[in-house]
């Protein structure tokens, strides 16, 4: 008789522990401040453009109060807050603060420029304010009692503008490339599905992005800032060029861009940065060899000269 197999599929949170619960929305009120001339704010999510990414001065200010830790059914001693900083591209957290909550309730947390500088500049990541248990604890029903387990947590988005709605990226090694009929050493590949003038549909992404693995391993792994920032503007402007020449056969034809679709959202980027532009300039300018004037301005709005000369 042979033995079922079973393997995880996905994390599961259980909640509640019924004797904590009072700490559940301990950091519901926690807020951020992006600039220095902005106030602080709880809500969650942003649209960082990249002009702005430059004057990015992140504090998070969690929130907690003295009356959630005093009602709490478990020692204040043994609870932390912790402040960290993922750029999920490259994969990379920061832990930026952490602090026990034996003596004072946690102030406003700064995240430094450097932090910024390692995560790609800014404009990519997800901040997240977390409670957790700073020991392990005595089993007992109703309480956690691992270490790290977080008791109450709080996320900010913050993302460049999308020309085009989410897409698949994935590493790929020297072998998948030469499968793929490309020189082993190939940089990155585009592979274009559909739909890039119709309504956005989260489950069908219109797109697969590879890179080479030693790239993103990289990029991900070793704390290279100063690299970093001028191969990611250069593939914020690149990638959206080869879906819009693999897509032109679809849209060549429209006289605007169908509501909410990547199309949509890319022709208003481009508006942004050449406010004369019009559906036919942009139908023209993508049907010439190479698209350089297409290619101009989204480099140009990346900044990537700014981001090449300060590596």
Not at 13 to 39: G, H, M, N
Not at 43 to 48: K, Q
Not at 114 to 141: F, H
Not at 226 to 247: D, G, K, N, T, V
Request: hydrophobic share 40%; net charge neutral.
């Amino acid at each position: 008789m042979s033995t079922p197999k079973y393997h995880k599929t996905a994390t599961k949170d259980v909640r509640p522990f019924f004797e904590v619960a009072t700490l559940e929305e301990s950091l519901k009120s926690a807020q951020i401040r992006l600039y220095e001339d902005q106030p602080f704010t709880d809500v969650a999510s942003f649209t960082i453009e990249s002009q702005d990414a430059t004057r990015l001065a992140i504090v998070v200010r969690p929130g907690i109060t003295e009356a959630t830790l005093a009602s709490a059914g478990i020692a204040r001693s043994k609870l932390v807050v912790a402040v960290t900083a993922v750029n999920p591209f490259l994969k990379r957290t920061e832990l930026v603060h952490r602090m026990l909550l034996k003596d004072d309730v946690p102030g406003d947390v700064a995240i430094g420029s450097e932090v910024l500088e390692r995560l790609g500049g800014g404009s990519n990541m997800t901040i997240e304010v977390v409670l957790c248990l700073a020991t392990d604890l005595k089993k007992e029903a109703g309480k956690p009692f691992m270490q790290g387990h977080w008791l109450s947590k709080k996320s900010f988005e913050l993302r460049p503008p999308k020309p085009t709605e989410d897409f698949d990226v994935e590493p790929m090694g020297d072998e998948g490339w030469k499968a793929m009929g490309f020189p082993p050493k190939t940089l990155y590949h585009v592979d274009y599905y559909t739909g890039f003038n119709e309504p956005v549909d989260k489950s069908r992404p219109i797109a697969k992005v590879r890179i080479h693995e030693d790239v993103h391993k990289k990029l991900a792994v070793e704390n290279l800032p100063a690299m970093s920032r001028p191969i990611m503007a250069f593939l914020a402007a690149e990638i959206p060029c080869q879906l819009l020449a693999a897509s032109l056969t679809e849209w060549k034809d429209a006289a605007a861009p169908e509501p909410r679709s990547p199309l949509d959202a890319f022709f208003k980027r481009l508006k942004r940065i050449e406010p004369q532009l019009t559906m036919t300039d942009l139908t023209n300018w993508a049907g010439e060899p190479g698209m350089p004037r297409i290619r101009a301005l989204l480099h140009s709005d990346q900044e990537s000269v700014r981001k090449v000369v300060e590596a």
